[in-house]
C-alpha cells in the first residue's frame, strides 16, 4: 500500500530491549498550517488548513513505527496539534495540547512531533488543540498492523476514510469569542459535512455530496472518525447493515448494526458489504445529530452517496434509495449500540483488564453559573462547566513544563477525588449553581491502578458528555442511568471482555466506569471533547509520577520545545 505525503527512512538501529535487533520505520510528514479559501453551503470564507486541505491528509503508518511531523504556523493564530488516541509512552512532549504539555506554536514558528506507535494498530485522528481551531485542523490517522499481521476479520477488498464534520458559515472564532462575552451558549453550525462536502444545496454552484463507489460483491471498510466540534453522530446507509469491527484503534468482537453512533473523538471501522443491485443504484447515506436533552443542535443532514459501478440495465432513471435518519432523541437505538460493544478479547488481542484498584475516584460532570459582570445579556452570569465543581483555569505556562522543570505556582495537586458536595446528582440539583476555579491536577504515583466513575448531573440540564483521555486507553467496565451505586453497580461490571476506549460517551442523567493502568508518566489532560464544554472548563489533569525503572520516566524535552 502507498502512504501518500510520506517519504521514508528504513534503518537498522541496536535498541536496548531485550537485547534484540530491531527494524525501526520512521515516518516523515511536514503540515503547514495555512488559510485557504472554501466555499460550502453558500458562503466562502477563508478558513485555517494544513497543507491547504479540508479535511486534512490523512497520515498512514505502522504498529512500531516512528513518527515525525514538522508543524510550520503560517496563520495568525497560535496553533499547536494533538495526535488523539496515540499513546505518547513517555513522549508527553508530543502530545499536543496547548498549555498542558506544550506551549503553542506561535505564528512563524515550527515544531518536530515526534513519537513512536507503539502496541497500537487502527483508525485514530490528529486536530488543533487550541481555541476552536478543530473545526477546520482535523484528519484522519491509519496505523497498519506489522507487516505480515493479518486483521483478525477477513480482509476487505478496499478501505476508505469517512471523516465527520460541522461546518458554520461564520468564523468559529468569532462565534465562540462572542458567546463568551454574552455568557450565553455559542450558536450552533450550519451543516454536516463527510469528507469535507455537506449535502447538495440547492442554488449553490459547485456544492456535492461525497460519492463512495463500490462494486457487487466486494467489501469495504469504512474508517469513520467524528471530528465535529459538538456533536454526537448517527451514521447510516440507506438498505445496507454495517459490521462493527473496532473502536478507537481496538477491535472489538464483530456485530451487525444498521445505524452506527459516534461521538466527537471517536472513531470506529465498520464493515460494508455491497450486495445490492442494479448496477448504477445509488443509496443514501445521512449523518445527523444525537441529543437527548433540551440542547440545541444543528438540525441538518449531512448526505453522501454509495454508487454502485456497473452498465445501467434498465431504461428508466437510475434507482436512488433514501433513508430517515434516527430520531434526534433515540437514546434506546445509542444504548444498544454501546452494549453491544466487546473487546475481541482473542490470545492475540487479550482484555486486560485491571482487577485490584488503587484510586477509586468519581467524577461529576456537568454545567454550572458563575458571576460575569461584564455579561450583559445574562444579567451578570455565564454558563460554565465543571468536573466535581472544579471550572478548570488554563495555565499561562504548560503544565508538564512546570512539573518536569519544577516553576511553581502553576498548578497544585489536589484535584478532588470525590465531589465536594453529595446530592442527587441526576435530579433537581443543588439551589447553589456557582463552581470553584482553579488549575488543579491529580496525582498518580507509576503504575498505579485506576477506577473512575464519571457522573453526569442534572444542574441546568442532563447532558451527553464524550469524555477523552490523553495519553491512555482504558476499559468501560459499566455503564448506567440514575446516580452511580457504589454498591450495588460494581456487582454488574463486566471485568471479562469490556470494549478499550480513549474516548466515552457518559449518558445524559446517568454514569460511566472506566479503568486503566497509570503506566505512562507525565501530565495527561483529560476533558469533555464536545469543544464548547471543554472551553467552559469541563477539563483536568493527571499528573503521573516518574517510575523507579530505566523505561518508567518522561523522555528529556526537545530542542525545539515552544515556548510560551
Not at 469513520?224 to 448517527?234: K, M, Y
Not at 487479550?350 to 461529576?364: M, Q, S
Given at each position: 500500500m502507498a502512504f501518500p505525503g510520506a517519504r521514508f527512512l528504513v534503518f537498522f538501529a541496536f535498541l536496548w530491549f531485550s537485547s534484540v535487533l530491531v527494524e525501526c520505520r520512521v515516518r516523515h510528514y511536514k503540515f503547514n498550517v495555512v488559510m485557504k479559501n472554501y466555499t460550502r453551503l453558500c458562503s466562502s470564507k477563508p478558513i485555517v488548513t494544513v497543507n491547504g486541505q479540508f479535511p486534512g491528509p490523512t497520515l498512514y503508518a505502522r504498529e512500531d513505527d516512528n513518527v515525525l511531523i514538522k508543524v510550520t504556523n503560517h496563520v495568525k493564530y497560535n496553533v499547536s496539534i494533538h495526535w488523539h488516541g496515540i499513546r505518547q509512552l513517555r513522549t508527553g512532549w508530543a502530545d499536543g495540547p496547548a498549555y498542558i504539555t506544550q506551549c503553542p506554536i506561535q505564528p512563524g514558528q515550527s515544531y518536530v512531533y515526534n513519537f513512536t506507535i507503539t502496541g497500537q494498530r487502527g483508525t485514530l485522528f490528529w486536530h488543533a488543540h487550541i481555541l476552536w481551531l478543530r473545526a477546520t485542523v482535523h484528519g484522519a490517522i491509519v496505523v497498519l498492523p506489522k507487516l505480515g499481521v493479518p486483521y483478525p476479520f477477513p480482509k476487505p477488498n478496499k478501505e476508505v476514510v469517512v471523516v465527520l464534520g460541522e461546518w458554520w458559515k461564520s468564523d468559529t472564532e468569532a462565534v465562540i469569542n462572542q458567546a463568551m462575552k454574552s455568557g450565553l451558549a455559542p450558536n450552533v453550525s450550519d451543516g454536516h459535512t463527510i469528507n469535507g462536502q455537506p449535502k447538495p444545496v440547492q442554488g449553490c454552484n459547485g456544492q456535492r455530496a461525497f460519492n463512495l463507489h463500490v462494486k457487487n460483491n466486494?467489501?469495504?471498510?469504512?474508517?469513520?472518525?467524528?471530528?465535529?466540534?459538538?456533536?454526537?453522530?448517527?451514521?447510516?446507509?440507506?438498505?445496507?447493515?454495517?459490521?462493527v469491527v473496532e473502536v478507537d484503534a481496538t477491535y472489538v468482537k464483530p456485530f451487525e448494526t444498521d445505524t452506527i453512533i459516534i461521538a466527537p473523538g471517536q472513531t470506529t471501522n465498520a464493515i460494508l458489504k455491497a450486495t445490492k443491485a442494479p448496477s448504477g443504484a445509488k443509496y443514501m447515506v445521512s449523518v445527523s445529530p444525537f441529543m437527548d436533552a433540551p440542547v440545541a443542535v444543528d438540525n441538518a443532514t449531512g448526505i453522501a452517496l454509495v454508487r454502485y459501478s456497473g452498465p445501467v440495465t434498465s431504461n428508466g432513471p437510475v434507482p436512488t434509495f433514501l433513508t430517515s435518519p434516527p430520531l434526534q432523541n433515540s437514546t434506546s437505538l445509542v444504548n444498544?449500540?454501546?452494549?453491544?460493544?466487546?473487546?475481541?478479547?482473542?490470545?492475540?488481542?487479550?482484555?486486560?483488564?485491571?482487577?485490584?484498584?488503587?484510586?477509586?475516584?468519581?467524577?461529576?460532570?456537568?454545567?454550572?453559573?458563575?458571576?460575569?459582570?461584564?455579561?450583559?445579556?445574562?444579567?451578570?452570569?455565564?454558563?460554565?462547566?465543571?468536573?466535581?465543581?472544579?471550572?478548570?483555569?488554563?495555565?499561562?505556562?504548560?503544565?508538564?513544563?512546570?512539573?518536569?522543570?519544577?516553576?511553581?505556582?502553576?498548578?497544585?495537586?489536589?484535584?478532588?477525588?470525590?465531589p465536594p458536595h453529595k446530592f442527587n446528582y441526576t435530579g433537581a440539583g443543588p439551589s447553589n449553581l456557582r463552581t470553584t476555579t482553579g488549575t488543579k491536577v491529580y496525582s498518580l504515583p507509576y503504575n498505579a491502578i485506576v477506577q473512575l466513575v464519571l457522573q453526569d448531573t442534572g444542574i441546568i440540564t442532563a447532558e451527553s458528555h464524550p469524555i477523552h483521555l490523553h495519553g491512555f486507553n482504558f476499559f468501560v467496565v459499566g455503564r448506567g442511568l440514575g446516580n452511580y451505586n457504589p454498591k450495588s453497580d460494581p456487582k454488574r461490571f463486566n471485568l471479562v471482555d469490556p470494549v478499550e476506549r480513549n474516548t466515552v460517551a457518559v449518558p445524559s442523567g446517568g454514569w460511566t466506569a472506566i479503568r486503566f493502568r497509570a503506566d505512562n508518566p507525565g501530565v495527561w489532560f483529560m476533558h469533555c471533547h464536545l469543544e464548547v464544554h471543554t472551553t467552559w472548563g469541563l477539563k483536568m489533569a493527571f499528573l503521573v509520577e516518574n517510575g523507579k525503572g530505566p523505561n518508567q520516566s518522561v523522555l528529556p524535552p526537545p530542542l525545539d520545545l515552544p515556548k510560551c
Open positions: 466486494k467489501t469495504y471498510m469504512l474508517r469513520l472518525v467524528n471530528a465535529a466540534l459538538n456533536e454526537e453522530l448517527f451514521f447510516k446507509i440507506a438498505g445496507h447493515k454495517l459490521t444498544k449500540f454501546y452494549r453491544s460493544l466487546r473487546a475481541l478479547n482473542s490470545a492475540k488481542y487479550p482484555a486486560r483488564v485491571p482487577k485490584n484498584i488503587d484510586h477509586d475516584l468519581l467524577f461529576t460532570v456537568g454545567l454550572g453559573i458563575n458571576p460575569c459582570p461584564t455579561c450583559k445579556a445574562t444579567n451578570g452570569s455565564r454558563i460554565v462547566a465543571a468536573i466535581n465543581n472544579m471550572t478548570f483555569v488554563m495555565p499561562k505556562t504548560a503544565l508538564l513544563q512546570a512539573h518536569i522543570f519544577n516553576i511553581n505556582g502553576i498548578f497544585t495537586k489536589d484535584f478532588p477525588g470525590q
